[in-house]
């Protein structure tokens, strides 16, 4: 293959990663086989003096998807020019003092005050045009809606999701391969949200990390004077060394010594000239400015040896692969397994037992192959489940080949399924763990959910089993009692239905007055127009209700429960159009999930942060300093407890 047709083949690669990243929120190749390729088409372009059209290499991201509105950036946002090396970066200061700060990992926002409030929230989208997200980012949980600066302010910052909210949100998911891949995609699909509520409870944090426009403000020249502004105005600024050619090493050492356990995903450093007149001077590139410098951790690889594929199935039927391998020392801790994804990766990379495998973590922390040396591609794609036998399927979706279990009635299906049935959120019946539930699943105790509220059936037989004893028996009996009396959106959660989480049943059930036959008979129109649906969740939700089998299910689960409808008279919705933040804890409610649910019978919403669309902020310590009591105060929102809650607006009056 000549340099020009390599050239396009690099091209239409990148080109197709970069839509997979940025518009559609999921990876087919990791960060490190991007750059790699990348930095071929870099080296080609030089040889050849030829550059296309199309390259990536004079385009700045991807083109922002529809669903938001667009507007083009003021000035362009352009990508940084990068290195490896700590020497290079020393080098670049040529006896200037920089900013050696983080390269984080999320999503970037320009955001634009007028008047002392936020005005306009504008994403990178493709570096010209991006998406306005501004009521999205009125919900971040640290942003301030009001500044004391009353000018015109623009800054740029980094919306991230941090590893432990991360992890949190990840741990509330039942079903494997609806989990989130990484902090990344989980924020950029948090903050391009159509409806706020749901970025409101993905706790978005902004990091700035750039100040645009200040009219009438002087800096001194000084970018480190500008962070200072922005600190005083109530922002969070990205975590900064000054440096010079004799320290940049140094503070290398000491980003690098924190990345390990820092709690904002970052995947390098930025490195930005102080000193602004001069760094404007320097102007800029047709993709680079010259004023800064990206800085990529070398990643610290290691050789091992693949000694099998582990394939893991879950409630959806998704089998995913995930590579073992003999332990390394990576980053201070030992590994020996990464995810691979899926199909298309697995066989990109010709993957075989015995093979020679470069591995590493990503970012530091996330164990990921490199590369195959041996690259022998003797994986055998399984014909068969790993947990029932029955027939696969290798299913391409949006270019991406994975592997299903066809079954429906694979004991991994029921397992995930009963899990997530039984959850907290769902029906929440108490003492069935997974492992529980298995055995219950093995001896033909549970087929259908129906027969969680008939295990009375099996008396002797449970109280029998290892681990169960009458008193055992008993508290899971009256547990299973008590989730008979249920709810319409519990029901519909609990059922598992691919997309459907807890507040979209939630949502469905208001839109169809809670009555479980319109449900049943929505088509894909009508559920597609409902604001948050959408055609993906609308597809589902027919597919499901369309089977024959899944509504038998269903109508004996409802014959097993006694499903309480809120009341919808227009004379009881007293708290209609209403929107309330509830933090701290309860003395009347046994969860702020049961006062959020009462408050939602009355016609009102509850979200999770202070914005200036809240009514009220429930807060039983009214002088906490916390940072929503915070920005209550700053928007002169009325705090108030419980029990004054329940009395100016539920109308309770306390004995």
């Known amino acids: 293959m000549d340099a020009q047709d390599r050239m396009k083949d690099l091209v239409e690669t990148l080109n197709a990663a970069a839509k997979a990243y940025y518009a559609q929120d999921r990876e087919i190749m990791s960060n490190r086989e991007y750059d790699a390729l990348y930095d071929e088409l ?43 090396s700590r020497e290079e970066l020393r080098d670049w200061l040529q006896g200037h003092e920089a900013l050696l700060s983080w390269k984080l990992d999320g999503l970037t926002v320009v955001l634009t005050y007028q008047d002392g409030r936020l005005a306009k929230a504008v994403t990178r989208g493709n570096g010209e045009i991006g998406e306005v997200i501004t009521n999205n980012a009125r919900t971040f949980c640290n942003l301030p809606l009001s500044i004391s600066y ?15 909210d991360f992890e949190r949100i990840n741990a509330r998911i039942e079903d494997v391969d ?23 409870k993905r706790n978005v944090k902004l990091i700035a990390f750039s100040l645009v426009e200040a009219q009438d403000v002087d800096f001194a020249n000084s970018m480190e004077r500008q962070f200072g502004f922005l600190r005083e ?31 904002i995903p970052s995947d390098g450093l930025v490195l930005t000239y102080d000193d602004i007149a001069y760094g404007r001077s320097l102007g800029r590139t047709a993709k680079f400015p010259r004023n800064s410098i990206a800085f990529k951790w070398a990643d610290e690889l290691r050789e091992t040896v693949l000694q099998e594929i582990e394939w893991s199935p879950s409630r959806t039927g998704l089998i995913n692969p995930v590579a073992i391998f003999e332990p390394v020392e990576l980053e201070g ?54 947990v029932c036998g029955r027939a696969t399927q290798v299913r391409q979706v949006n270019e991406v080949q994975s592997l299903y279990c066809t079954n429906e009635d694979c004991a991994a299906k029921k397992i995930k399924s009963f899990t997530l049935f039984v ?57 299973a009692d008590r989730a008979r009396e249920t709810t319409l959106p ?150 108030v407890t419980e029990d004054v809650f329940r009395r100016e607006y539920l109308g309770i009056m306390e004995e």
């Open 233 to 263: 105005q109530g922002f969070d600024v990205v975590e900064y060394r000054k440096v010079t050619e004799e320290n940049i090493l140094d503070a290398i050492g000491y980003f690098e010594n924190k990345i390990e356990k820092y709690d």
């Open 423 to 479: 959850s907290r959120d769902a029906m929440n019946i108490e003492g069935l763990s997974e492992a529980t539930l298995e055995k219950f699943i093995d001896k033909g105790f549970i087929r259908e959910y129906a027969d969680l509220f008939r295990l009375n059936r099996y008396r002797d037989e449970i109280t029998q089993m290892e681990g169960f004893g009458e008193k055992s028996y008993k508290n899971l009996i009256d547990s």
């Open 150 to 164: 009353q000018g015109r302010l623009v800054l740029r910052g980094e919306a991230v999701i941090s590893y432990s």
């Open 42 to 84: 870099e080296e080609l372009e030089r040889k050849t003096g030829i550059v296309l059209s199309n390259s990536p290499t004079v385009r700045v991201g991807y083109e922002a998807v529809d669903e938001l509105p667009k507007e083009r950036h003021e000035s362009p946002m352009l990508s940084l020019d990068k290195t490896k």
């Open 490 to 639: 519990r029901v519909l959660y609990a059922l598992g239905i691919a997309n459907i989480g807890v507040a979209n049943a939630k949502m469905l059930c208001r839109h169809f007055d809670y009555d479980i036959d319109r449900l049943k008979q929505a088509d894909e129109e009508e559920l597609s127009a409902i604001e948050g649906v959408g055609g993906v969740i609308a597809a589902a939700f027919v597919d499901y209700m369309r089977k024959e089998e899944n509504l038998a299910k269903l109508d004996r689960l409802l014959e097993q429960l006694h499903v309480t409808k809120p009341l919808l008279d227009a004379s009881v919705q007293s708290l209609a159009g209403k929107v309330f933040v509830i933090t701290g804890s309860l003395a009347h409610y046994g969860s702020r999930n049961e006062l959020k649910e009462i408050i939602e019978q009355k016609g009102g919403k509850v979200t999770g942060s202070v914005t200036s669309k809240t009514d009220c902020l429930i807060n039983n310590d009214i002088t906490s300093t916390s940072s929503k009591n915070k920005k209550a105060k700053e928007l002169n929102i009325p705090i």
């Open 333 to 386: 801790t030992t590994v020996s397994r990464a995810s691979v994804h899926n199909i298309s990766i697995l066989r990109g990379l010709k993957l075989g037992i015995g093979d020679h495998i470069m591995v590493y973590k990503a970012n530091m922390i996330i164990p990921q192959i490199a590369e195959n040396l041996t690259q022998s591609d003797t994986v055998e794609i399984p014909a068969v489940c790993p």
């Open 178 to 200: 609806a989990k989130y891949k990484n902090p990344r995609n989980l924020c950029s699909g948090s903050v391009r949200q159509l409806n706020n509520e749901i970025t409101a």
